[in-house]
């Protein structure tokens, strides 16, 4: 019976001071803004470093083209 004594008082401040911690959190805005961070995380931020190399057999025109057979087979057998 002793221990409620000490044991009811520690949990109506701790009820208390979570209260005010939940108060203080409402008033700064720290939970304005629920799903910012989560799709901050999913957000690309590299910068390429430099000048991207191209093709040099390319024209900027046939960017989205398929290379002929020409180019192709060349190319297979520079690797071969």
Not at 48 to 66: E, H, I, L
């Amino acid at each position: 019976m002793e221990t409620l004594y000490l044991l009811i008082p520690i949990s109506v401040v701790l009820v208390f001071l979570i209260a005010i911690a939940f108060w203080w959190s409402l008033r700064n805005g720290q939970f304005d803004d629920l799903e910012g961070p989560a799709y901050r995380i999913l957000m690309d931020d590299d910068k390429a470093t430099g000048p991207v190399a191209s093709d040099p057999d390319s024209s900027p025109g046939d960017a989205g083209r398929a290379p002929s057979r020409e180019k192709s087979s060349a190319a297979n057998l520079h690797h071969s």
